[in-house]
């Protein structure tokens, strides 16, 4: 679920995972580039505190050579990667809360997810979490973070009624009794790219760390088969792990 943004002069990284989750969990797809590349960065963006999406060595590599990057996350999150990162900038926010920014051409919301978040068995909850738009010259880019189906989507398609790009998380979904609350499968992302309204939808969290039961090929199968069945109302784009879209 990790993405890199370039919107006109403005960088941003969206949950930078470089390596194992805590060193420990490996990862089934290689890094498609050098951790050094990310330079000159202006933003990362933190959807909420689970290991594989907020990864201590990946944020301390992030900001040790973007000193002057600003994390834009959820409340509480800003202070707990504060612990691990010297004199770092961050904002924190709450649900429908817009950061502020000094570009006049940019704005970044933290909106609602259904979903949870720790560290450990003794902070559950204690930091949020949540998903991002980020609306910049007229494009409207939305990243889902980690959510299991719900009303959500609507309310925030009422909200922003002309979403160009939805990532939306597609894997780590078995067994539905553990996973439903907090995780979408293919079919559940489909429907909240439909609720969204959005144009075009962009499959995350899935063929990289095995957190589930599910195999980590079926997201992209069964997204494959949907789109054959022309079940989805939008463009589909399953980008290759590295592979950049023009926007």
């Not at 050579?65 to 904002?91: H, Y």
């Not at 309310?155 to 439903?180: R, S, W």
């Not at 790219?193 to 997201?219: N, Q, S």
């Amino acid at each position: 679920a990790s993405f890199f943004l370039q919107l006109q002069g403005t960088r941003i990284l969206i949950d930078p995972v470089f390596g194992r989750i805590s060193g420990i969990v490996p990862r089934y797809s290689e890094l498609p580039c050098a951790v050094e590349d990310f330079t000159n960065m202006n933003y990362v963006l933190l959807s909420h505190a689970h290991r594989d999406h907020c990864d201590k060595s990946s944020l301390q590599k992030i900001f040790a050579q973007n000193s002057s990057a600003t994390l834009l996350t959820s409340l509480n999150t800003g202070k707990l990667v504060s612990g691990w990162i010297n004199d770092l900038k961050f904002q924190e926010a709450g649900w429908y809360q817009q950061f502020n920014l000094p570009e006049e051409n940019l704005k970044i919301t933290f909106l609602p997810t259904q979903h949870w978040s720790n560290r450990y068995m003794t902070d559950i909850n204690k930091t949020l979490y949540g998903s991002f738009m980020i609306e910049a010259d007229g494009l409207n880019i939305f990243f889902n973070g980690d959510s299991g189906y719900c009303n959500y989507p609507k309310q925030i398609g009422e909200l922003f009624p002309n979403i160009d790009i939805a990532m939306i998380g597609v894997g780590a979904y078995h067994p539905p009794l553990m996973m439903k609350d907090v995780h979408t499968n293919p079919y559940e992302a489909v429907q909240i790219f439909h609720d969204l309204k959005a144009k075009t939808f962009i499959p995350m969290h899935y063929g990289t760390f095995d957190l589930a039961d599910e195999p980590l090929g079926e997201p992209y199968r069964i997204l494959k088969q949907l789109e054959a069945e022309k079940k989805i109302n939008g463009e589909l784009k399953l980008l290759d792990v590295g592979e950049t879209l023009a926007i």
